[in-house]
C-alpha cells in the first residue's frame, strides 16, 4: 500500500523495471543471436536492476546491426558484463525466492542468509552456470556442475558480499514494511541487493573471462535460424582469437555433437596462487558482507517477530535491541489512520450525553487519526472521538454514568478513571481489575459519580505508548 513517499518511487521504478524486461524479452528472442540461456539471464536482470539491466543490454549486449555481434561483444568489459549477467541471474533468482520463502517462514535474518546464499549458489551452479556451459559445449551436465563450480564459486561469493549487507541493513532499519514479501519495499531492498551484487561481482567476473575461467557473451547463430548469417554476410574471422564470441556455433551445440564445440573449449590460464587468492579474497568479503551488518542490527529478528512496524525517525536500534522493545517503540503505522482531522480542530470538546433511564450515556472511540499539532505539522495518533485531548465529561456528584468505549484501535486497550472512586471492574487497569478490550471490541463503563472536581480519565493498557499517542481526556 502506499503510504510513505519511497512507495510512490517504488510504484514508478518497478513500472519502469516491467515494461525494460518486457522490451529485451522481445529484443533477445527478435534480434538477438546469442543462446537461450544468456537471453534469460539478460530478462532475468532487467526485472530486477530496472533501467540499469536495460542500459547494459543497450550497452553491452544488443546487436547493434545484423551481423555484427561477434564484434560488437569483442571488447572485455562487454564480456565481464555478459560473465556477470549470468551468474546475477541465476544467483540472484535463488536469492529473492529463498528470501520470499523465509520471511513467510519467519526464520531470523541470519537464517534467512546462510539460506538465501545456499539457494543462489545452488540456482547459480545448476541452472544458469552448468546449464550454460552446456548448452555452450555440451558434454555430460556433471562435467559442467564440476568445472563451473569453483567460477560460481567466486562470483556467487562476491554478489553476495554486496547484496547481504543492503538486505540486512535496510530490512532492519527504520521502515521494517522492508522484511515483508507482502510489502513493495520487499522488493525494491532485493532489487537494491541485486545491483549491489552486481557491482561487486563485476570485477571479479572480467578476471575470470580475461583468464578464460568462465564465458563471457557469445554468439549462437544456427543454420537456417533467423540469425544466420549465410544470407546477410561473412563476418570478419579476425577477433577469433580475442573472444570466444566470434564463434560460429553449430546447431549441434545444445547435444555435444557440435563439431565445432571445440572452439569453446576453454583453458584457463590462470595459476593456482591467483586461483586461490581470488577465492580467498572473496570468501572473506562473503564473511564480512554476512557479519559486519550484525554489529549494527538485530539479525536474530525474523519478520514475524517485527515484520511490517515503521520506527520513528531518530529511533536507535543495535545488534541487541530485542523485538518486544522495537515493537513497543514502534510509529503508527500509517495504514492505520482512519481519519484526517482539519488543520484548526481542537481536543477537549465538550460531549454531550444522551439521558437513558436518568442515566448519562457517552459514546467514546478509540482510533488512530492524523492530528495537526500546528497550522503545517500533523502527527499520526491514538484519539478518543478523533480529538486530543478527548472530549470533556461533564458530571457532578451522584450522576449515575454509563460510557460504551469502542475501540477501533489496532491493539488492546482500556479507560481508566483517574482519581475516582469506582467499582473495581470499572477503574480500567488491563489485566488487572478487567480484560483489555480487543481491536474492534467494546466495553462498558457504569458508575455513580462519587466526586467533585476536575479529574482526567485515559487508557491503562500500554499507557506509556498509548497515552503518548493521544489517548486521554479531562471529566470535569
Ligand atoms: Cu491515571
Given at each position: 500500500?502506499?503510504?510513505?513517499?519511497?512507495?510512490?518511487?517504488?510504484?514508478?521504478?518497478?513500472?519502469?523495471?516491467?515494461?525494460?524486461t518486457i522490451w529485451v524479452g522481445w529484443d533477445q528472442f527478435r534480434n538477438n543471436p546469442e543462446p537461450a540461456v544468456m537471453?534469460?539471464?539478460?530478462?532475468?536482470?532487467?526485472?530486477?536492476?530496472?533501467p540499469l539491466g536495460l542500459l547494459l543490454y543497450v550497452l553491452a549486449d544488443k546487436e547493434p546491426r545484423p551481423g555484427t555481434?561477434?564484434?560488437?561483444?569483442?571488447?572485455?568489459?562487454?564480456?565481464?558484463?555478459?560473465?556477470?549477467?549470468h551468474c546475477v541471474a541465476g544467483d540472484a533468482?535463488?536469492?529473492?525466492?529463498?528470501?520470499?520463502?523465509?520471511?513467510?517462514?519467519g526464520l531470523p535474518m541470519r537464517i534467512d542468509l546462510i539460506v538465501e546464499y545456499l539457494a543462489g549458489f545452488a540456482c547459480g551452479l545448476f541452472i544458469f552456470q552448468s546449464l550454460f556451459m552446456k548448452e555452450m559445449m555440451?558434454?555430460?551436465?556433471?562435467?559442467?556442475?564440476?568445472?563451473?563450480?569453483?567460477?560460481?564459486?567466486?562470483?556467487?561469493n562476491a554478489m553476495m558480499a554486496g547484496m547481504a549487507p543492503v538486505m540486512s541493513f535496510l530490512m532492519m532499519g527504520r521502515d521494517m514494511r522492508a522484511m515483508?514479501?507482502?510489502?513493495?519495499?520487499?522488493?525494491?531492498?532485493?532489487?537494491?541487493?541485486?545491483?549491489?551484487?552486481?557491482?561487486?561481482?563485476?570485477?571479479?567476473?572480467?578476471?575470470?573471462?580475461?583468464?578464460?575461467?568462465?564465458?563471457?557473451?557469445m554468439t549462437e547463430r544456427k543454420p537456417g535460424s533467423r540469425f544466420d548469417l549465410q544470407h546477410v554476410h561473412a563476418y570478419d574471422q579476425r577477433d577469433h582469437q580475442a573472444s570466444h564470441s566470434a564463434e560460429h556455433h553449430g546447431a549441434g551445440g545444445a547435444t555435444g555433437h557440435d563439431p565445432g564445440g571445440k572452439h569453446h573449449e576453454m583453458t584457463t590460464d590462470a595459476t593456482r596462487p591467483q586461483l586461490a587468492a581470488v577465492t580467498g579474497v572473496t570468501a572473506l568479503m562473503l564473511l564480512a558482507g554476512l557479519i559486519v551488518p550484525g554489529f549494527y542490527v538485530n539479525l536474530s529478528l525474523s519478520a514475524h517477530d517485527v515484520g511490517g512496524r515503521i520506527m520513528p525517525r531518530g529511533m536507535i536500534m543495535d545488534f541487541d535491541t530485542p523485538a518486544a522493545a522495537m515493537r513497543d517503540m514502534a510509529a503508527i503505522h500509517p495504514r492505520h489512520v482512519s481519519f484526517h482531522a482539519a488543520p484548526g480542530a481542537r481536543g477537549d470538546q465538550a460531549l454531550a450525553p444522551r439521558i437513558e433511564n436518568g442515566t448519562k450515556v457517552f459514546d467514546i472511540e478509540a482510533a488512530v487519526i492524523r492530528w495537526h499539532i500546528l497550522d503545517d505539522v500533523h502527527v499520526d495518533a491514538y484519539?478518543?472521538?478523533?480529538?486530543?485531548?478527548?472530549?470533556?465529561?461533564?458530571?457532578?456528584?451522584?450522576?449515575?454514568v454509563r460510557i460504551n468505549v469502542r475501540n477501533l484501535l489496532p491493539e488492546s486497550t482500556t479507560v481508566h478513571w483517574h482519581g475516582l472512586v469506582v467499582p473495581n471492574e470499572m477503574d480500567g487497569p488491563a489485566e488487572i481489575t478487567q480484560a483489555p478490550i480487543p481491536p474492534g471490541g467494546t466495553y462498558v463503563y457504569?458508575?455513580?459519580?462519587?466526586?467533585?472536581g476536575t479529574f482526567f480519565y485515559h487508557t491503562h493498557d500500554h499507557a506509556d505508548r498509548q497515552q503518548t499517542f493521544g489517548l486521554y481526556g479531562a471529566r470535569s
Open positions: 500500500m502506499l503510504i510513505q513517499p519511497i512507495d510512490y518511487f517504488l510504484v514508478a521504478w518497478f513500472a519502469v523495471a516491467i515494461l525494460s537471453k534469460w539471464g539478460f530478462i532475468l536482470v532487467t526485472l530486477y536492476m530496472g555481434q561477434e564484434q560488437f561483444t569483442v571488447s572485455l568489459w562487454k564480456q565481464g558484463v555478459g560473465s556477470t549477467i533468482t535463488g536469492i529473492i525466492l529463498a528470501a520470499a520463502i523465509t520471511a513467510a517462514l555440451g558434454g555430460r551436465y556433471r562435467d559442467n556442475v564440476r568445472k563451473t563450480f569453483l567460477p560460481e564459486l567466486i562470483s556467487m515483508v514479501p507482502t510489502e513493495l519495499l520487499f522488493w525494491g531492498v532485493m532489487s537494491l541487493g541485486v545491483i549491489a551484487g552486481f557491482a561487486v561481482a563485476y570485477p571479479v567476473n572480467v578476471w575470470m573471462v580475461e583468464r578464460k575461467l568462465k564465458h563471457g557473451l484519539a478518543f472521538n478523533r480529538q486530543i485531548p478527548g472530549p470533556r465529561l461533564r458530571l457532578v456528584e451522584g450522576d449515575r457504569e458508575y455513580t459519580v462519587q466526586q467533585l
